[in-house]
């Protein structure tokens, strides 16, 4: 009896030992696929996940009216450069651009006709919110080049400045150009974005030259076209790159004084109509008001009597 109580709890033993041992092996077996195979498990949704397909659903409902805007091929192409110019450079940013075009005025119609406005005159209200939305866009795509166009003239002294340090240091100017861009990407996004294009046309086998070229016709930007011009001549005759770019960053920082002093000096002009038109009546008022009611008073006075 007692011979197969125990054995009854060996082979207990053995079962319960052995299950855990093939659990274990399959557990550790997942943890190994799992650390090889990181794509293969399922990766939970965020929010900036759900945010980003819900962006790229819009975006694709707006790519599908980009065929409604009437276009040619010069205005398109005119749009590709503007909308470079502003920093949008997907391949699906000129159809956004269109669709928008298409979606604008038909939200502004439909908030005339909910909001009640139309009923007043409808073929004016309905005209001008077409007219306005098809020109919105337009506006704000210019608003977007002249900012970034903006920041990339105030972060190039900067750029040039850290250019400089690299190339003293004993750096090419293709690897200070990139370690420029590495450092101050966070600070100078823009600027640096289109020094990375840069980079990365040289990278694939374009010539400085050329590449400091795109650059300028893709700003448009007169500081940019200036310093390509003295780069370019820089290198064709051997001078200095470093004490080139010091002077023409130098030549900046005083254009900028200079344009600052130039609105400080325009204020006295800005002020005149303000004073003109706004303050010098209350103070006319102010002033001789009292006077004139007394002279009122005492005409009336001498007159009656």
């Known amino acids: 009896m007692a011979f197969a109580i125990f054995a009854f709890f060996a082979v207990f033993a053995l079962l319960v030992s052995g299950g855990l041992l093939l659990f ?6 997942e943890r190994v696929s799992e650390a090889i195979n990181t794509r293969s498990r399922p990766r939970q949704r965020s929010l900036k996940d759900a945010i980003q397909e819900t962006g790229f659903s819009v ?3 707006v790519e599908r009216f980009q065929h409604l805007a009437p276009r040619s091929k010069a205005e398109t192409s005119v749009i590709s450069q503007r909308l470079t110019r502003a ?11 269109y669709g928008t075009k298409v979606i604008v005025p038909l939200a502004l119609c439909a908030l005339a006709f909910a909001s009640g406005a139309s009923q007043l005159s409808p073929f004016f209200v309905f005209a001008t919110a077409l007219a306005l939305g098809f020109l919105a866009p337009d506006f704000w795509l210019g608003k977007q080049i002249e900012s970034r166009l903006r ?3 105030k972060g190039l002294p900067d750029v040039i400045d850290l250019i400089i340090i690299c190339v003293e240091a004993g ?3 293709d690897q200070a150009v990139a370690r420029a861009v590495e450092e101050l990407h966070a600070a100078l996004p823009d600027l640096c974005d289109e020094l990375g294009v840069v980079v990365l046309e040289q990278r694939a086998g374009r010539a400085r030259d050329d590449a400091w070229k795109n650059m300028a016709e893709r700003t448009g930007e007169e500081c940019i076209r200036n310093m390509v011009a003295v780069l370019v001549q820089s290198e064709q005759f051997g001078t200095s790159i470093a004490r080139t770019l010091r002077v023409y960053a130098e030549t900046l920082r005083t254009q900028r004084i200079q344009q600052v002093e130039e609105r400080a000096a325009r204020t006295s002009i800005k002020l005149l109509f303000p004073l003109v038109f706004c303050i010098f009546p209350a103070l006319f008022l102010v002033v001789l008001g009292p006077a004139v009611i007394l002279m009122m008073e005492s005409f009336n006075t001498l007159f009656t009597h």
């Open 171 to 173: 750096l090419s100017l």
């Open 24 to 29: 274990h092996r399959e557990q550790m077996a």
């Open 87 to 97: 920093g949008f450079r997907n391949e699906s940013a000129v159809k956004m651009f």
């Open 151 to 153: 920041r990339i003239r």
């Open 59 to 61: 975006g694709g409902m």
